[in-house]
């Protein structure tokens, strides 16, 4: 484990892990979003490992992370200009583009298909592995249908003997992953809701994206979209239960309903937001940030769902947000999360 202040770190420092992508390992690796599981995207050996070590459906393509724009012709056979466009004012951060696979890179990587979802991400400790090593192929760092890691003691609490390398750099900005997009789709589709609002991405482009309704059968939605959109994914061992309601105006009404749920099922826990905590007295109450700020919200949301184990609860009990901005992404992973969803 190599410990690192993102912000003044040495390159020297990074060796070890770059060497071992090279040698064809596995290193984990922050990214503003959530922690990578890296294996050079270009070796097919190295890029099976990851599916072995975190148990990942062999149908679930990977995507590879580059640190300049130009790798993008060593990646791929054909990338549409609108992907460009979205790059140059986006990259490096949380978006995934959708582009034609070139040839050298193993099937293993996109799982058969011929696109390969590609991003560049907003962390100098992941643009400099890159940069040291290769493009790297990576997947969130937890083991499959866990919730993705926003810190390093998540990574090793679900893999440390299992790879080269892991990398921890504190906590993750964003604690969603990235958002992706076809962009090769006439109209461009959203395959998932991520940490960079689809609304910013159609304001850029100036088109319309075709936003799939994720929350209508998790898998029949999801069946031509990224794969691992159908599976149930981020849920802790205790059964989570998620009660939305159809609009957040009135939050003493909501909590009231959501205290109802939670007592019905002895010993709970309540994900709440800063706003509806107080009205959960003598409940464990995990919070997870302002409804104002949903920002907070995503960046605490994986964390919660890790902690919710902890506590020794019977059930946990999690409440819904508005579909607007991250709040698309948020209520997408709590969704799929969740073993019961109740809409009020
Ligand atoms: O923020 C992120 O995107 C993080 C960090 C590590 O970069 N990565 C991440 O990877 O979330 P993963 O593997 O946990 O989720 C990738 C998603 C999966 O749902 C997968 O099906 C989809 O991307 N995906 C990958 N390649 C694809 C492709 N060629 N076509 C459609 N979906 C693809
Ligand atoms: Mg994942």
């Not at 939605?221 to 959109?229: D, I, Q, V, Y």
């Amino acid at each position: 484990m190599i410990k690192l202040d993102p912000s003044s770190f040495d390159e020297s420092q990074l060796l070890p892990a770059a060497e071992a992508i090279k040698g064809g390992g596995l290193v984990a690796f922050p990214t503003e979003t959530v922690y990578g599981l890296g294996a050079d995207a270009l070796n097919e050996a190295a890029v099976r490992k990851i599916y072995a070590v975190k148990g990942r459906p062999p149908d679930n393509p990977i995507i590879v992370h580059i640190c300049e724009t130009g790798q993008l012709e060593l990646l791929s056979s054909y990338v549409p200009e609108k992907a460009y466009r979205l790059a140059e004012r986006l990259w490096p951060g949380p978006l995934t583009l959708l582009v034609r696979k070139s040839p050298r890179v193993p099937y293993a990587v996109t799982a058969g298909q011929e696109t390969l979802a590609v991003r560049m991400p907003a962390h100098p400790v992941a643009l400099k592995l890159i940069e040291l090593s290769a493009p790297i192929a990576a997947p969130s760092a937890n083991i499959s249908g866990r919730p993705s890691p926003t810190r390093g003691e998540h990574v090793v609490k679900d893999l440390s003997s299992r790879v080269e390398v892991i990398i921890d750099a504190g906590e993750t900005l964003y604690g969603v992953e990235s958002t992706i997009v076809d962009l090769l789709s006439e109209p461009p589709v959203l395959l998932r809701p991520g940490a960079y609002p689809v609304e910013e991405l159609e304001k850029i482009l100036g088109e319309k994206i075709y936003v799939p309704d994720f929350a209508r059968g998790l898998a029949e939605a999801s069946r031509a979209l990224a794969p691992g959109m159908k599976h149930r994914h981020y849920a802790p061992r205790t059964p989570l239960i998620l009660v939305e309601a159809r609009e957040y105006s009135q939050l003493e009404a909501y909590a009231r309903t959501v205290r109802e749920e939670a007592e019905k099922h002895g010993r709970a826990a309540i994900l709440a937001s800063k706003e509806t905590a107080r009205f959960y007295g003598g409940l464990k109450v995990i919070e997870l940030g302002s409804r104002g700020d949903m920002f907070s919200i995503a960046r605490a949301l994986f964390d919660a769902l890790r902690r919710v184990d902890e506590l020794g609860v019977d059930v946990a009990v999690a409440e819904g947000f508005e579909e607007r901005g991250l709040g698309l992404a948020v209520m997408n992973r709590l969704r799929r999360a969740a073993s019961r969803r109740i809409v009020i």
